[in-house]
């Protein structure tokens, strides 16, 4: 007497492929958080956070690339050390930092959906640099914008103009560094694939 089995793909390959993608992407985030430093003018610490989010709403895509940092913030939660210098655990995402954190999703699917010009993935060669720049503009915008009103809830000494000098403009710099950076990785993954 013979038996025959028949394999059954509960996730397909494509789904599982983008999955361990987006969980590679939410590592990488999370090991950026450890290069931090202390900003002496902001409650905020500069970190290499952000330049994580740029490149998985790049390279994902908007919806894998704001599920990778869907991904990051639940492994945070749940106590993995991945926030700012191996924070870790729920407080992280009520304290000080938490509109930059819960920002970083939408700013992920924010900019990719500017650089692949919808959910579809395009090929990133065909991307121009105004578009790569542009994307990570807006992504800036977006994490900035909800960092200040975080800082202003969460410390009440605050007012809007301190948070908004204190949680976005010190940083500016060091964005435009992370952008560059961003801009390099792409280019020469891009020029490595060739």
């Given amino acids: 007497m013979e038996t025959q089995t028949e394999s059954v793909d509960l996730v397909g390959d494509e789904a599982a492929a983008n999955l361990a993608r987006a969980a590679l992407f939410a590592a990488l985030v999370g090991a950026f958080a450890y290069v931090s430093f202390p900003n002496p003018v902001s409650p905020a610490p500069v970190t290499l956070q952000v330049l ?8 994902l895509g908007p919806v894998w690339g704001g599920v990778s940092l869907v991904l990051y913030l639940v492994a945070g939660a749940l106590g993995a050390p ?31 959906a500017v650089v692949h010009r919808g959910p579809a993935l395009r090929d990133l060669d065909d991307v121009g640099l105004p578009t790569l720049v542009g994307a990570m503009a ?49 280019r020469s993954e891009a020029v490595a694939a060739a």
């Fill in 138 to 186: 807006a992504g800036t915008v977006l994490i900035y914008a909800l960092g200040v009103v975080g800082l202003y809830y969460v410390i009440p000494e605050f007012t809007l103009a301190e948070a908004f000098l204190q949680g976005a403009v010190v940083f500016l710099p060091a964005e435009g560094i992370k952008v560059a950076a961003a801009v390099g990785i792409v």
């Fill in 52 to 59: 994580g989010v740029f490149l998985a709403g790049i390279m």
């Fill in 82 to 112: 991945v926030f700012a210098g191996g924070g870790a655990g729920f407080g992280a995402l009520v304290g000080s930092t938490a509109g930059y954190l819960w920002s970083y999703p939408l700013a992920a699917a924010l900019i990719g």
